[in-house]
Nanobody, 126 residues
Framework: QVQLVESGGGSVQVGASLRLSCAAS????????VGWFRQIPGKEREWVAL????????YYSEPVKGRFTIARDNAKNTASLLMNDLRPEDTAVYYC???????????????????WGQGTQVTVAS
């Protein structure tokens, strides 16, 4: 079983930066992809970014493209999400998730992932 633990959330002002981390533990961690999602109350979980664990290719949703950077450290079994130029609409609970090999189209959806962290709150005040 794989456990994922997010950290690094907090409350910041508009324009600030935060770096979220996702640490994996448990049995040998070698996912196909790791993604970051976010969710606000009453709405569905929204895909934010993903990285292909082996190749390192990264993909971003349009609202965060150019501001967020996802990275992974294979040796340390960690992933991160650097968030720059934060905006009030970025306020959400952020989750990291990992998955075994899947069709690429499923990686942009919540049901495309096998393991989830507990989430970390990010609040951006205007």
């Amino acid at each position: 079983q794989v456990q994922l633990v997010e950290s690094g959330g907090g409350s910041v002002q508009v324009g600030a930066s935060l770096r979220l981390s996702c640490a994996a533990s448990g049995r040998s961690f070698d996912p196909f992809a790791v993604g970051w999602f976010r969710q606000i109350p009453g709405k569905e979980r929204e895909w934010v970014a993903l990285v292909l664990w082996g190749a390192g290719n990264t993909y971003y949703s349009e609202p965060v493209k150019g501001r967020f950077t996802i990275a992974r450290d294979n040796a340390k079994n960690t992933a991160s999400l650097l968030m720059n130029d934060l905006r009030p609409e970025d306020t959400a609970v952020y989750y990291c998730a990992a998955t075994a090999p899947r069709p690429s189209g499923s990686l942009y959806r919540e049901n495309g992932y096998d393991y989830w962290g507990q989430g970390t709150q990010v609040t951006v005040a205007s």
